[in-house]
């Protein structure tokens, strides 16, 4: 399967503690997105990166989130310090260029206890 | 205010029936639109995309339409199928960053 890849599918955790979410993009996409969708919600935009830069982030990503994609392929997606309100799936996206579609991939869902 | 407005919120068929999905965005510079089909828990999948310049594309039982003048879009499905229950969501891309502007989607249920 050469689509985006999410790993893990499902994450239970309690609150207060950090998590860590893994996107694999279509490899030969430079652009990637993160997104937080909630119950009956459209994906909301959370940060994107054109290869290893971070290019934009939105205010909804606060102080406890953070994104990397150090070499340009996988990217990273941490919570620290969960708390309720971050439960939501988390989709991330690929894409070849700025007006291309965005390829997204299954999601993880997290549950914060 | 770039927003993108869906109709129905939610819309149950019977197997083998049309139906039809509206979506109104208000979103300047406009580039594009999509519809994207999200089976529950998946993710988004694209099923159309047009262009300022387009008024119909179809993908297999799908059709989309746009006017870009009164800034509207369609999806419309015909002879629906069990596989066609999920949420329909349409995307704007537009504004000065050439951002994606999801509307909530409209949940479809197709019943046997």
């Known amino acids: 399967d050469t689509g985006v890849s999410q790993d893990p599918r499902h994450k239970i955790t309690k609150r207060g503690q950090n998590v860590t979410f893994r996107c694999d993009p279509i490899s030969e996409h430079n652009r990637l997105y993160w997104y937080r969708q909630t119950l009956g919600q459209g994906p909301e935009f959370l940060t994107y990166f054109q290869n290893e830069a971070q290019l934009e982030k939105s205010r909804l990503l606060s102080d406890r989130f953070s994104a990397e994609r150090p070499k340009g392929s996988f990217s990273t997606l941490e919570i620290q310090r969960t708390e309720q309100g971050d439960s939501a799936m988390y989709l991330c996206?690929?894409?070849?260029?700025?007006?291309?579609?965005?390829?997204f991939g299954p999601g993880t869902r997290l549950l914060v206890l | 205010k770039n927003q993108v407005e869906q109709s129905p919120q939610s819309l149950i068929i019977l197997e083998g029936k049309n139906c039809t999905l509206q979506c109104n965005y208000t979103v300047s510079p406009f580039s594009n639109l999509r519809w994207y089909k999200q089976d529950t828990g998946r993710g988004p999948v694209s099923l159309t995309i047009m262009t300022f310049s387009e008024n119909t594309k179809s993908n297999g039982r799908y059709t989309a339409t746009l006017d870009a003048d009164t800034k509207q879009s369609s999806l419309h499905i015909t002879a629906s199928q069990l596989s066609d229950s999920a949420s329909y969501i349409c995307?704007?891309?537009?504004?000065?960053?050439?951002?994606?502007?999801f509307g909530k989607g409209t949940k479809l249920s197709v019943k046997p």
């Open positions: 995307v704007v891309t537009g504004g000065s960053q050439g951002n994606l502007i």
């Open positions: 996206a690929s894409s070849s260029g700025r007006w291309e579609t965005q390829y």
